[in-house]
């Protein structure tokens, strides 16, 4: 499993990037998975701006695994979406001046049905925002989690994987009741980037919590395997499940992380 590569999500270690690059190398991360909002938000970031902050990656080693785009109301909800469009465009154009071959959203769930006011939203947003993925060389890649394979699959058959793909989170889809490696088989040649979280079943019929990476029940030695056999040879980025710095905890699962990546294969 040498082809895959650990990555630290920038926000779960600093808010401030000139802290927590140097934090990022000395952890052994080969790249950073950035929040494109809050300090790094695009608009807020000039020609200069992304060149000082790609030249200090840089002066640490580090490369930029993907950039993140949140969004509260995800590409399904039809009202007010063209403030949500611009911004995505605005992200794509900051990953692509980063670096950054990769742009993750939460679009929120796909419905199984088409011809629903949220499918219509969320097929029309993807029309729009390809054409500007394709120009900038940047794939975006929806995590997966609130649907099976098979439907994520579906909604993006139209595209080519290198316009839009998948974010894969097994442990988004253990905690919403999928089987995360049923569920990689539909999308393995979308898989993009690849969030190291985990998380435990407590009992059936209650939902899965979050834990620390490799004390849950999401398999990810042979999910790593999978990846690799599938031909993924992309960053995976370990990543707090919230928005809060814990250096320690980053620190955890990046040990535990390369162990896996180290291992046989």
Known sequence: MHRLKPAARLASLDENPRT???????????AVEF??????????????????????????RLGFAAARAPLRHGLVEPSGMDPRLEYLGEAIALAADL??????????????????????????????LAPLAERRGVAVALVTGLES??????????????VFGVAFDPANWLTHGFDPSA???????????????????SSPGRAALGVPLGDGDVPWPLL???????????WVTAREADDQARPEAMAHSLKVLRGWLAGPG
């Not at 994520?152 to 139209?158: D, H, I, K, V, W």
């Not at 539909?186 to 079943?201: I, M, N």
């Not at 790593?224 to 992309?234: E, K, P, Q, R, S």
């Open 20 to 30: 927590a690059f140097p934090k990022a190398a000395s952890l052994g991360a080969g």
């Open 35 to 60: 929040d494109a909002w809050g300090p790094l938000r695009p608009r807020d970031l000039g020609t200069t701006a992304r060149r000082e902050l790609k030249a200090l990656a840089g002066g640490c």
């Open 99 to 128: 670096g950054a071959a990769v742009l993750s959203v939460e679009a929120g769930q796909v419905p199984e049905k088409p011809e629903t006011p949220a499918c219509r939203a969320l097929s029309q947003s993807l029309a729009h």
């Open 149 to 162: 394979g098979e439907v994520l699959a579906r909604l993006l058959e139209p595209y080519p994987a290198e």
């Open 183 to 201: 569920e990689l088989a539909a999308l393995a040649a979308r898989v993009r980037v690849a969030h190291a979280t985990d998380a435990r079943k």
């Open 224 to 234: 790593l395997a999978h990846l690799d056999a599938f031909g993924f040879a992309g």
